[in-house]
């Protein structure tokens, strides 16, 4: 993962060179560094504005006593819009304006959580950062079966027996309300 994302900061800046000769043999240099220059100013401009409304936000959700999850994830592409839009060029400065701007940062948020954020989190915490603990039984309701002490056949979601196989222990879980249900005393 880390080769492709060393590969991908250096393709960046290569791509924004050759894009910026091209736009320059059409349009002049000096037209072309006023541009860049230009989206620079009104981008950082743009992105101290976010900024302090991000963080007002975020007061804002603390006071109330809730977490400002999605405005600390905004902070973050709002520091990586920041990165893309001093770095000369037209490429990252396109980049730049998409994280900036709220409606495309939205977007960029949901999209984070979904694929890198909270698979992260179930992975480092075992599923308890967002609640995907497993109380009883497999997880996913695989379908592993197996024999106990009982003899019994079991499978892992509990509907043949209350015997489950774990490796090559096997437990038997007795319930008192099964008992009673059976006619047992």
């Known amino acids: 993962m880390w080769k492709r994302l060393l590969a991908l900061l250096l393709l960046i800046p290569l791509l924004d060179g050759l894009f910026l000769i091209f736009v320059a043999s059409q349009i002049g240099w000096m037209i072309t560094v006023a541009l860049v220059v230009l989206t620079a100013l009104i981008g950082m401009m743009l992105v101290r504005a ?39 060029g037209l490429i990252t400065d396109t980049l ?22 909270t698979p992260y989190l179930d992975k480092q915490t075992g599923g308890f950062a967002t ?43 007795d319930f008192d309300d099964d008992s009673e249900e059976k006619g047992n005393p």
């Not at 809730?66 to 819009?81: K, M, Q, Y």
Request: no cysteine; charged share 15%.
């Open 50 to 88: 976010e900024g302090r409304h991000t963080i007002r936000r975020i007061q804002t959700d603390l006071a109330r006593g809730d977490a400002p999850t999605n405005r600390i994830i905004d902070g973050g592409f709002l520091l990586v819009s920041g990165a893309f839009l001093l770095t000369p």
């Open 96 to 117: 730049g304006f998409l994280f900036a701007l709220p409606p495309t940062r939205a977007v960029f948020r949901t999209v984070a959580k979904k694929w890198v954020i």
């Open 131 to 173: 609640g995907n603990v497993y109380t009883f039984g497999f997880p996913n309701g695989g379908n592993v079966t197996g024999t106990g002490n009982s003899g019994n056949t079991t499978s892992s979601n509990g509907s043949s027996g209350d015997t489950y196989r774990v490796d090559s222990d096997a437990y038997d879980i």
